[in-house]
């Protein structure tokens, strides 16, 4: 179990997660920064990594949930995020009367690309009857709040904090000054098949007379069987020596592949929201990405491009039209400049969770009370 705590004379408030809190994905990312936003408002935050597997949980998840909630003192707060929260509702029922929960959720877990039917049916009642234990469920877009009614969440008990972002410096794209040589295409993500790397793969074969590279930034351990996959279908499609499978970076390394980009694209079949979007638009990076789940809402229209999920066919005509139209790439790269203005950052997240965390909290659906709490 990997814990670290701030004291503080605010309260007590308990973040509980899967595995390593320091990994370098979306969501842990946005928990770590609204963790960090807490504990600078006053807040004794302290984050609890458990050991196990999930979204299935395995015997030591669930020995290390029970432990952990049963160390906690009655009227605690607890934010469980959705990956763990999802699977384990035996575990926190006997909690929920006397802590109080919270649940984060990114995105549904049955919604995750590659589960078979019964894993996604085992995967929905359970979320189900977990997120009936909540007194509130926070969600990251108002794409996924829409999406709780099929679990019974009733619209008193949500809220949506959507991410921020950070400032960060112009691309050197971003200032319509290209520079010779191929366009340079950046794709930030984890090497999972709800990412839609293979489909980047198929849309790119059909474009070997265009000039571009690609530098794919992110995990090859969360899936190895499907990275290896990826990495032959390069080979396979003979686009090896164009795409550089970078694996994560570490936030300089990842500011400087934003830099050196020309046009981000995230060709995922779903996203909860889509983090990387915002933080390429706070560059001056446009965007081709997938109206997948929350990214129909991510995405201001003027400052990139956006297909069908899961069309290789529609990704590749879009990247034509990007890479053959030098006023196309003009307008995008405004529209993205334009878009930056309007991002929230990362203070006002925070301020926002505290909001949702400080109201009055709504029964849980599990105890049969009526609440006529005003939904956001």
Same mark, same amino acid.
């Given at each position: 179990?990997?814990? $670290?705590?701030?004291t503080? *004379?605010?309260?007590?408030l308990?973040?509980?997660v899967? +595995?390593d809190?320091?990994? #370098?994905? /979306?969501g &842990?990312?946005?928990?770590?920064?609204?963790v960090s936003?807490?504990?600078?408002?006053?807040?004794?935050?302290?984050?609890?990594?458990?050991e196990?597997?999930?979204?299935v949980?395995?015997d030591?998840a669930?020995r290390s949930?029970?432990r952990v909630l049963s160390s906690l003192p009655? +009227?605690?707060?607890?934010?469980?995020d /959705?990956?763990?929260?999802?699977?384990?509702?035996e575990?926190i029922?006997p909690?929920? %009367?006397?802590l109080v929960?919270i649940a984060?959720?990114?995105?549904?877990l049955?919604?995750e690309?590659?589960?078979?039917?019964?894993?996604?049916?085992?995967?929905?009642?359970?979320e189900?009857?977990?997120?009936?234990?909540a007194?509130?469920v926070?969600?990251?877009?108002?794409?996924?709040?829409?999406?709780?009614?099929?679990?019974?969440?009733e619209?008193?008990?949500r809220?949506?904090?959507?991410?921020?972002?950070?400032?960060a410096?112009?691309?050197?794209?971003?200032?319509d000054l290209?520079?010779?040589? *191929?366009?340079?295409? #950046?794709?930030?993500?984890?090497l999972?098949p709800?990412?839609?790397?293979d489909?980047l793969?198929?849309a790119?074969?059909g474009?070997?007379?265009r %000039?571009?590279?690609?530098? $794919? =930034?992110?995990?090859? @351990?969360r899936?190895?069987?499907? $990275?290896?996959?990826?990495?032959?279908?390069?080979r396979?499609?003979?686009?090896?020596?164009?795409?550089?499978?970078?694996?994560?970076?570490?936030? *300089?390394?990842?500011?400087a592949a934003?830099?050196?980009?020309?046009?981000f694209?995230?060709p995922?079949?779903?996203?909860? &929201?889509?983090?990387?979007?915002?933080?390429a #638009?706070?560059?001056? #990076? *446009?965007?081709?990405?997938?109206?997948g789940g929350?990214?129909?809402?991510t995405?201001?229209?003027r400052?990139?491009l956006?297909?069908p999920?899961d %069309? @290789? =066919?529609?990704? +590749?005509?879009a990247? @034509?039209?990007?890479?053959?139209?030098?006023?196309l790439?003009?307008?995008?790269?405004?529209?993205?400049?334009?878009?930056?203005?309007?991002?929230? %950052?990362w203070?006002?997240a925070?301020?926002?969770?505290?909001d949702?965390?400080d109201?009055?909290?709504s029964?849980?659906?599990?105890? /049969?009370?009526?609440?006529?709490?005003?939904s956001?």
């Open positions: 179990m990997v814990s $670290a705590a701030v503080s *004379p605010a309260g007590t308990t973040l509980i899967a +595995g809190p320091g990994q #370098l994905t /979306g &842990y990312i946005y928990d770590a920064r609204i936003v807490l504990r600078a408002r006053g807040h004794h935050v302290e984050v609890v990594g458990l196990g597997r999930f979204p949980p395995d030591l669930r949930m029970a009655d +009227g605690d707060r607890v934010v469980i /959705g990956l763990v929260m999802g699977g384990l509702p575990e029922a909690h929920a %009367d006397r929960i984060l959720v990114h995105h549904p049955a919604d690309t590659g589960l078979d039917d019964s894993t996604r049916r085992h995967l929905h009642d359970s189900t009857r977990a997120l009936a234990l007194r509130r926070i969600v990251t877009s108002a794409w996924t709040a829409r999406g709780l009614d099929r679990f019974g969440v619209a008193s008990r809220r949506v904090v959507e991410p921020g972002v950070e400032p410096a112009l691309a050197a794209s971003a200032l290209e520079a010779p040589g *191929p366009r340079r295409l #950046l794709c930030v993500a984890t999972i709800r990412k839609g790397h489909l793969l198929e790119l074969s474009l070997q007379d %000039d571009w590279t690609l530098e $794919a =930034v992110g995990s090859h @351990a899936d190895p069987h499907h $990275a290896a996959r990826l990495f032959a279908a390069a396979r499609h003979g686009l090896e020596r164009r795409i550089v499978w970078a694996g994560e970076r570490d936030a *300089p390394g990842l500011a934003y830099h050196r980009a020309e046009l694209v995230l995922s079949r779903y996203e909860g &929201y889509g983090m990387v979007v915002t933080e #638009l706070a560059r001056g #990076l *446009p965007v081709l990405t997938t109206t929350a990214l129909v809402d995405l201001p229209a400052a990139g956006a297909v999920p %069309d @290789a =066919v529609a990704l +590749g005509e990247l @034509a039209a990007w890479l053959d139209d030098a006023e790439r003009r307008r995008l790269r405004r529209g993205a400049r334009e878009a930056r203005h309007g991002l929230g %950052d203070q006002q925070g301020d926002r969770f505290l949702a965390l109201e009055p909290y029964p849980t659906a599990a105890t /049969g009370t009526p609440s006529d709490e005003a956001p």
